[in-house]
Each structure stands twice: as structure tokens, then as C-alpha cells.
């Protein structure tokens, strides 16, 4: 029964065909705690339980992409929220300024939260390991989840307050 459980959860890989991709450059399939541990130091998800990282993270896919892959672009519709696990990142917010992104930053939540244009340009300077939340699943996961909505709303006020002492002092 334990077997079962981790592989609803996604502790265990399910992959009765042997269709699952071989490990990539940074090694094995990534386990439901670890992406846990990952989604934890995003200051967006602060307030959340540990049910509702849960729940995230059964939505959140590992991707890995070569150096120079463009993973966004100024202008462009955002569909996805990137958190950085392996590697490093360069984001184009203007000719010239430049931000790096290394393990532990993260970068599309603006986009993936109101449905905007991408505000920056980020390319992957070295290969990456990515987790992944695509915003319709975000979007699906919310509606069922009002109790996450609540602490998103929570986080996102405290940072625009924030932001305005910042403007004020």
C-alpha cells in the first residue's frame, strides 16, 4: 500500500511502458519532498502549509534545458512560473540591466498570477534544472484551493507594502 501511495504522490515514478526519459545531465527524477524544499524558498509561497507545497509541487514539473535556451521573452504571453534548482540564469530587463539568477531564484510569477506580457527576457547561461508550474494548473489548482489563494493574497500584500515603505523612506 505504501508503494501506491508514493506513486500517487510522486515519490516514486509510475512508468508501466518504460517510457520515462532517461536521467539528465543533473541526474535522477526529482522527489515530491525535494521539489517541497525547492518551492519553500520562493517568497511568493511563504505562507503556505505544508498540504498546500504539497499540492504545488504535484503540479510541478522538472525540466532541464541546455545554456542559451531563451525561456522567456520581454513582450511575450507567460504561461510559466520557473524556479531555479541547477545552473545559472541571465535576466534582460534592458540593454543594460542584467540580473543573474542562480539556484533558488525563481522568475514568471507575474505573468503566471495575472495573464500579462513577460516584463523581462531570461536565458539560461548554463544548463538548468527547472521546476516548472504552468499557469492553467496553477490557475485550476487555485480555484480548488481557497484557503492558498488566501496566503498568496496575504504574501503579495505584505510585499506591495513593502515595496511602498521602501518608495517612501
Avoid: W
Avoid at 8 to 20: Q, V, W
Avoid at 144 to 162: I, P
Amino acid at each position: 500500500m505504501e508503494l501506491v501511495g508514493r506513486m500517487l504522490d510522486g515519490s516514486i515514478p509510475y512508468d508501466p511502458k518504460g517510457a520515462l526519459p532517461r536521467p539528465g545531465l543533473f541526474g535522477d527524477h526529482l522527489r515530491q519532498d525535494e521539489k517541497i524544499e525547492h518551492l519553500q524558498r520562493v517568497p511568493l509561497l511563504s505562507g503556505c502549509t505544508q498540504r498546500q507545497l504539497r499540492s504545488i509541487a504535484r503540479i510541478a514539473e522538472v525540466r532541464e534545458v541546455p545554456a542559451g535556451t531563451v525561456l522567456t521573452r520581454t513582450g511575450e504571453p507567460g504561461e510559466e512560473f520557473f524556479v531555479i534548482i541547477d545552473g545559472k540564469a541571465r535576466v534582460e530587463v534592458s540593454a543594460r540591466k542584467r540580473v543573474r539568477l542562480r539556484p533558488g531564484d525563481f522568475f514568471g510569477e507575474m505573468s503566471m498570477l495575472d495573464g500579462g506580457p513577460r516584463s523581462a527576457t531570461v536565458v539560461a547561461e548554463t544548463a538548468l534544472r527547472l521546476l516548472v508550474i504552468k499557469r492553467r494548473d496553477f490557475s485550476l489548482l487555485l480555484s480548488k484551493a481557497s484557503d492558498l489563494t488566501r496566503s498568496l493574497l496575504t504574501v503579495l500584500s505584505q510585499r506591495v507594502r513593502q515595496a511602498e515603505q521602501a518608495l517612501n523612506a
